[in-house]
């Protein structure tokens, strides 16, 4: 039987306040919507044209402002991805390198700032107007070759 888990996650909505809640990240994606638990104890089902982001949070309430774009080319393997929502706003992120592991539901990021408190980002595709590739790391087809020392070169601690 597999364990069962849940995660705090902020809600970000369209012209209405953020929703603070848990999730069980197998089986939130339903039909018509979001399945959250607020704090409160109730289930409500949070339609996706509504949802402009659920953010998968450390804790519920953070000080700092979150980074929305990358200060520098990112080191973990996947592809860099700009998203664009219909309001305009964009962000950064990192999605795996393995199509087959995208949700038809939505797209599902690792935010730029590994150590801040979104850990994921999960965006609808209702709520996305473009997604752009801005790189691809870490690629296994190409691999650095190191360079042949040349024959000519004399070698100076060689017995």
């Known amino acids: 039987m597999a364990a069962s888990t849940i995660k705090k996650v902020l809600v970000r909505r369209y012209d209405r306040e953020t929703l603070a809640g848990h999730v069980n990240p197998a089986v939130f994606l339903q039909p018509e919507g979001l399945e959250l638990v607020t704090a409160q104890g ?3 089902i949070v339609p996706f044209p509504d949802v402009k982001s659920v ?3 450390r804790e519920f309430e953070s000080a700092a402002p979150e ?3 990358f200060q520098t080319r990112p080191k973990m393997p996947g592809l ?3 998203l664009t929502f219909r309001d305009g706003d964009r962000i ?3 999605i795996p390198n393995n199509l087959l592991l995208l ?3 939505g797209i599902t990021v690792t935010p730029p700032d590994p150590f801040g408190n979104q850990q994921r980002i999960f ?3 209702s709520s996305l107007t473009a997604v752009e590739v801005l790189g691809v790391v870490g690629s296994p087809l190409k691999k650095r070759k ?3 020392t040349p024959k000519e070169q004399i070698g100076l601690f060689e017995e």
């Open 42 to 44: 109730n289930t409500l």
């Open 92 to 94: 950064e992120g990192i």
């Open 146 to 148: 190191v360079k042949p």
């Open 67 to 69: 980074r929305q774009v």
């Open 55 to 57: 953010a998968f949070v």
């Open 103 to 105: 949700d038809p539901a």
């Open 80 to 82: 860099w991805v700009s």
């Open 123 to 125: 965006v609808p595709r």
